[in-house]
């Protein structure tokens, strides 16, 4: 069974920094592109970073120079380093497998990021 227990999360002020921490269990993190989403209050969930399996990366281009994606294989964990964060980047954040050609998709349980101004 797979699971992605996240951690981290938390208040800060703006302008700091904080790390998510997303582990996967399962034996699917090294075929799986790995992902961190977030949901601010009343809007759709949005794309915040992209990790693939080679280490291609990919970022909105509202955290693009702010957040930093990374994967360690061997912890089989995920990792959102978000510096010079905003008010705006207040929402619940998730982590996210995904396997394209098995159509696998899985979701951590989130954590709410809070940006006071």
């Known amino acids: 069974q797979v699971q992605l227990v996240q951690s981290g999360g938390g208040l800060v002020q703006a302008g700091g920094s904080l790390r998510l921490s997303c582990a996967a269990s399962?034996?699917?993190?090294?075929?799986?592109?790995m992902g961190w989403y977030r949901q601010a209050p009343g809007k759709q969930r949005e794309l915040v970073a992209t990790?693939?399996?080679?280490?291609?990366?990919n970022y909105a281009d509202s955290v693009k120079g702010r957040f930093t994606i990374s994967r360690d294989d061997a912890e089989d964990t995920v990792y959102l380093q978000m510096n010079s964060l905003k008010p705006e980047d207040t929402a619940v954040y998730y982590c996210?497998?995904?396997?394209?050609?098995?159509?696998?998709?899985?979701w951590g349980q989130g954590t709410q990021v809070t940006v006071s101004s």
């Open positions: 996210n497998a995904a396997i394209e050609v098995v159509k696998f998709d899985s």
């Open positions: 399962g034996n699917i993190f090294s075929a799986a592109t």
């Open positions: 990790i693939t399996i080679g280490g291609l990366t």
